[in-house]
């Protein structure tokens, strides 16, 4: 699990630091709001899905760390939508390409706590 963390926030961080220098002066407050809300619930999922990746368990907690997921873009949608100190758009498009990025690497690690 600390591998995956370490791994994941330098993969974030770099992340972000490359699409604050792509969007410019638009708002990298809002991309970096979304790494930070994207990593702490990429490791729930993830630590639940390591917890329960015997049996059919795994599909279980798959489909709620999916659902954690899509619930958390729904609340900073509604969150940003109604405050005007972020872009909407910059935030929200990071925060979902974040937590696609971090799924993607899942499986690998699934691998390595074995």
């Known amino acids: ?3 995956y963390a370490g791994a994941t926030l330098a993969l974030l961080g770099g992340m972000a630091a490359a699409v ?3 969007v410019g002066p638009a708002d990298p407050r809002a991309v970096w ?3 930070g809300v994207a990593w702490p619930v990429q490791l729930a999922a993830f630590a639940a899905l390591v917890r329960v990746r015997e ?3 795994f599909v279980v907690g798959w489909a709620l760390g999916m659902a954690l997921r899509f619930a958390v873009v729904v609340v900073v949608a509604i969150a940003v939508t109604r405050s005007e ?3 909407p758009a910059t935030a929200l498009v990071s925060l ?3 937590v696609f990025v971090l799924v993607l ?3 690998l ?3 390595l706590a074995d």
């Open 105 to 107: 690497l899942e499986p």
């Open 85 to 87: 100190a972020l872009d």
């Open 96 to 98: 979902v390409g974040f």
């Open 20 to 22: 604050v220098a792509l």
């Open 55 to 57: 049996g059919s368990g």
């Open 1 to 3: 699990m600390l591998a």
């Open 109 to 111: 690690f699934l691998r």
């Open 33 to 35: 709001l979304a790494a």
